[in-house]
């Protein structure tokens, strides 16, 4: 547990992975946010340093984690103009957890082998309460030399972990759960409309669901939101747009049709453009459910 650890990006996630890795004996040596009150808190609370410049996270940490909320934001932290993570690089390893394409881990990783670097997806299919119990679901891309360097400190984090391949492959497959998952989230929220408006019991039809064709893992966290209009983000309509949209355009990439992803992505980037991004992904159910929508 020599290793200083940083993170980059602490939203819910990035701050709780970090509580899980202070508690089981890291050094955590340094977080950074565009929210700066949010990391001088979480800085605060660990005893560690809130570094205002990328390039003194690098600095002050062996082992450096990226949650950031997309490609756009992953760029501009490793090879934006000025402050970077990878001014002073050499040597480090960056893990990078959000879920963003696979074109842009492949970015990173040659432009942080370029400066003498290593890097490492760490795609994550696990919520909040995983973060800060260290009991994600990690898939793992990249070299696996690298992996193996390191995985004592990723099983640290994880219940289940996995190596997929080589850099960009578990983007790959996270975007193919995020996808499947965004598909039978907005697919629950129609069963149950239309079970609302023929009058039916809903908890009723929640437990036949869940004997039958029709259970699913969504069924068991988002259906009682549905049905209470309770959509506090755990995992908001805003990101499960843009991961239904990496999927697409990896699908398009491989010349594949996948209507039903296509008729998924237009509900949640409906929610986004109707100013409900920041719901709960359980807030597609308001646009099923009659009389809650215009």
């Known amino acids: 547990m020599s290793q200083k650890i940083g993170f980059v990006g602490v939203g819910r996630m990035g701050a709780n992975m970090a509580r899980n890795l202070k508690d089981r004996g890291y050094e955590v040596a340094a977080v950074n946010d565009v929210n700066k009150e949010a990391a001088a808190e979480l800085a605060a609370e660990l005893g560690c340093a809130h570094a205002e410049n990328l390039a003194d996270v690098t600095a002050a940490a ?33 893990v990078n957890c959000a879920t963003l394409s696979p074109g842009i881990q492949q970015e990173v990783a040659a432009a942080a082998e370029a400066a003498g670097a290593g890097a490492l997806e760490g795609c994550m299919a696990s919520s909040i309460p995983q973060a800060r119990e260290g009991k994600l679901f990690l898939m793992i891309g990249g070299k696996e030399e690298l992996f193996g360097q390191h995985k004592a400190l990723l099983d640290d984090m994880s219940v289940n972990l996995k190596y997929i391949g080589e850099i960009g492959r578990a983007a790959q497959v996270k975007a193919l759960v995020n996808m499947v998952m965004n598909i039978n989230t907005a697919g629950l929220a129609e069963g149950l409309g239309l079970a609302d408006a023929l009058g039916l019991d809903l908890e009723m039809v929640c437990e036949v669901f869940s004997q039958t064709g029709a259970n699913s893992r969504v069924l068991e966290t988002d259906a009682e939101d549905m049905i209470a209009r309770d959509h506090e983000a755990w995992f908001s309509a805003e990101h499960a747009a843009k991961d239904s949209g990496i999927a697409a355009d990896i699908a398009k990439g491989a010349g594949v049709s996948l209507p039903l992803n296509d008729a998924t992505y237009a509900q949640f980037s409906k929610m986004v453009t109707d100013g409900k991004g920041d719901l709960d992904k359980s807030g597609v159910a308001e646009l099923t459910f009659k009389g809650r929508h215009p």
């Open 62 to 94: 062996d082992v450096i984690f990226t949650v950031v909320t997309n490609d756009d934001a992953m760029r501009t932290i490793f090879m934006g103009e000025g402050d970077n993570l990878l001014a002073g690089a050499g040597g480090k390893t960056f």
